[in-house]
């Protein structure tokens, strides 16, 4: 990334693209997954590229979720891997979940890559690779089925950043608590989700790690309330509110960049 001016207005989504660039070229990243981040890059401004009030409210609903959690687990795709490895291992450890690969371009090849991204930064284990991935979720037909017997398939809170619909629907109806990590609140995966969080993962996570810092000795009864008193839906309506203020005191204030010459 040695391009990337360090003076450039936009220095940090271009380290950002360079970091699933890298990871594409190291082969865990999918190339659907590039296409996915222009997405999400694309919804980002819309929220104004910060951790929207909504979104924290609902990171720390989704940290409580984790806490209280029996078997709670967070999936790791191409995506997550490149962008923020070292801090899904952190939450891991911060909320004893834990770490499954799961694809859903599926190959044996991504999923070892990916396995090795993370035990490099630092992960003890990690679930869902080769032969651990023997249990499958029931209705879902994309090779996101297959899952850990020991992870997903018996956990109760699942953390899905980047998901598709499909199966956050699945896991659903499986009767799992679904946090789901997604810029757009108007994906299936957000609108299935439990808990949706509309934050940038690379934002989201450290918010978490935070959240779980300050939350870990809290006494158990408070974060059942915490999380009983969470409304997804509203929060998603909260969210799109946000979204359609912030547009209307753009156009008010007005939208074009000043020069001045010098
Ligand atoms: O690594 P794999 O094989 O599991 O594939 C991963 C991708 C992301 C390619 C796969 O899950 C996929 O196709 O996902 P979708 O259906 O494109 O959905 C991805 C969602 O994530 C979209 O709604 C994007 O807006 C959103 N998104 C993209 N980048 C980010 C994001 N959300 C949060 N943070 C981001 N950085």
Known sequence: ASWVPPNHPRRESLLI???LVDGFKEGYVATQGLIAHGRGECFDYLIGESSIPPA???ERVAVAALLIAKHPVISVNGNTAALVPRQVIELAKLVNAKL???LFYRTREREELIARVLRENGAEEVLGVGDDASCTIPELFSERRRVSCRGI????VVLVPLEDGDRTEALRRMGKIVIAIDLNPLSRTSRAASITIVDNVVRAIPNMIKFAEEMRGMPRDELIRIVRNFN??????SVIMFIR???SELVSKGITLEFSKS
């Open 17 to 19: 693209r360079e970091r």
């Open 56 to 58: 924290l409210t609902a």
């Open 100 to 102: 499954e690969v799961n």
């Open 153 to 156: 398939y018996i956990a109760d």
């Open 232 to 237: 997804n839906e509203e929060n998603l309506r």
């Open 245 to 247: 203020d912030r547009l």
